[in-house]
């Protein structure tokens, strides 16, 4: 096992990187992960508190805290007690924004990783038939996956009220941070390494102009906010049609026309973007709860000629490679100043999150959202609060929320680099890039015009003679 002592368990490389950002910035909300549901119907506080302590007897990673040690930096697991649910009675609040504000406020609380802990709970309650679930967590011990099987194991230990038992996890956190030591102690790392320095040779991290200049006080980015936009309902069967018809998948004709627009924007020809993919690798690895995430680094390179559909096969072709070398951490990119370099791997990422079947709870309360209502789970009626988080962690971050029905681009950015109008501005000309994909795949990427006529008359007005 992974383990120095009694209790202490080692530190995957990720969480070695999170700890160090964390020290960087201990006061910010960046890397805190948030899940909630609108609950509507009577609902039982001790109960809950029962399902809640269910869930985290099972996964030990949630009662954890962090020290540093002559050994290393240490994940230490404390007892169940260790997480509470807190309840705060709201009444009125029962406007979405109100909601929102909320639920952000409770998860923007910073942790105390050495003290409180990583994860705490949230029982918002506006009327005795109106309430919200909010679990907060830390992205140490956390992602996006695990946040939503988190909710869903709390929602389906609140039904069962202890009458059966989840089946017991075949693997917890731990091994997948001995598989990681085994990795990199062995052979193959030197292979992987080579791999990944053939890979994105040549090529450099993608960067926006910004509108202000790049801090030197620390590498991190920590202050962020979000745009997001619903892409227009009559382009998704168009997006699917093109992508079959080019022979790659939706998510790589998402990300060459994303790559497209970032060298629209740079006239770069090779950059580098992140995609944050998910480590769950191995049987019953999917139940596991934990920092499960490895940021693959994708070369884009374009020529004069690049088409749409070029550039969505070159988008493939580097993800597949990619995957077939995911076991080495992200962290380890940027060689031995890895967790204070200021030349990271990259400075944006794109991702997608598409719930399946083995996900239900997402599943039902994203497609529910999609159209506005309400879906039932486990007995009880609930709806998505969709609150914005993980803001800051790079320049920009795209993750692109998949429904049956639905597809939403949201632009995470670093508020000390970029405006508001900056960023709406490239997600108005993300949509614009698409539709001209799915009009003429063949067409060279460098075509369609990013500015409109309002744009353009403003330029014109900004080199008038009468402004001298």
Same mark, same amino acid.
């Given at each position: $096992? ?21 020290? $960087?910035? &201990? ?14 119907? @009577?609902?039982?506080? %001790? ?11 099972? !996964? ?19 007892? &169940? ?28 609380? @910073? ?7 990583? /994860? ?26 695990? *946040? ?61 102009? +910004?509108?202000? +200049?790049?801090?030197?006080?620390? @590498? ?28 790659? =998948? ?9 790559? =497209? ?13 992140? /995609? ?48 077939? !070398? ?25 991702? $997608? ?19 506005? =209502? ?18 800051? *962690? ?5 993750? $692109? ?27 108005? !000309?993300?949509? !614009? ?7 003429? +795949? ?5 075509? &369609?015009?990013?500015? %409109?006529?309002?744009?353009? %008359? ?8 009468? %402004?001298?």
């Amino acid at each position: $096992m992974a383990e120095t002592g009694p209790g202490a368990r080692a530190l995957s490389v990720g969480q070695e990187a999170l700890w160090f950002l964390y020290w $960087m910035a &201990p006061e910010s909300p960046a890397y805190n992960v948030q899940a909630a549901l609108r609950i509507r119907g @009577p609902l039982d506080e %001790d109960r809950v508190r029962r399902a809640l302590r269910t869930v985290v007897e099972r !996964h030990d990673v949630l009662r954890s805290t962090f020290a540093d040690t002559p050994a290393g930096p240490r994940r230490l697991v404390g007892a &169940p007690e260790s997480v509470t649910l807190r309840v705060r009675e709201a009444p009125g609040v029962t406007e979405d924004s109100r909601i929102v504000k909320a639920v952000r406020e409770f998860g923007d609380t @910073p942790f105390d990783l050495t003290g409180e802990g990583t /994860c705490r709970a949230l029982l918002l309650r506006s009327a005795p038939d109106d309430a919200v679930l909010v679990v907060s967590t830390h992205h140490i011990v956390t992602d996006a996956t695990s *946040q939503w099987l988190l909710l869903q194991e709390l929602l389906d230990a609140y039904a069962a009220d202890g009458a059966t038992s989840p089946a017991p996890l075949k693997r917890g956190y731990d091994d997948y941070v001995t598989q990681e030591q085994e990795l990199l102690a062995g052979p193959r790392r030197e292979r992987l390494q080579e791999f990944w320095r053939e890979f994105t040779e040549g090529a450099v991290a993608a960067e926006l102009l +910004p509108d202000r +200049p790049r801090g030197e006080d620390r @590498p991190g980015v920590f202050n962020g906010a979000t745009c997001e936009l619903r892409i227009p309902d009559a382009l998704l069967p168009q997006l699917r049609e093109t992508a079959r018809r080019s022979g790659v =998948t939706g998510f790589a004709l998402l990300l060459g026309v994303f790559q =497209t627009l970032v060298h629209r924007y740079t006239g770069r020809t090779d950059f580098l973007i992140g /995609c944050p993919t998910t480590a769950r690798s191995g049987p019953g690895m999917r139940q596991v709860v934990g920092y499960l995430v490895n940021t693959l680094v994708l070369p884009a390179r374009f020529t004069a000629t690049t088409t749409f559909e070029e550039a969505a096969g070159q988008a493939q072709r580097q993800v597949m490679s990619a995957m077939k !070398h995911i076991g080495y951490p992200y962290a380890l990119l940027a060689g031995e100043d890895r967790y204070g370099s200021r030349n990271p791997p990259v400075r944006m990422a794109f991702t $997608m999150v598409a719930p399946s079947r083995l996900e239900p709870l997402l599943q039902k309360v994203t497609e529910a959202a999609a159209h506005g =209502t309400r879906t039932e789970y486990g007995g009880l009626s609930v709806e998505l609060v969709d609150v914005p988080q993980l803001e800051g *962690q790079f320049d920009i971050s795209v993750e $692109m929320r998949q429904s049956a029905s639905s597809l939403t681009a949201v632009f995470r950015y670093a508020t000390d680099l970029f405006d508001e109008g900056t960023v709406r501005r490239l997600l108005d !000309h993300y949509v !614009h890039l698409l539709t001209a994909a799915v009009a003429d +795949p063949g067409a060279p990427v460098s075509q &369609p015009t990013l500015i %409109d006529t309002g744009e353009l %008359d403003a330029l014109l007005a900004l080199g008038a003679a009468d %402004d001298w």
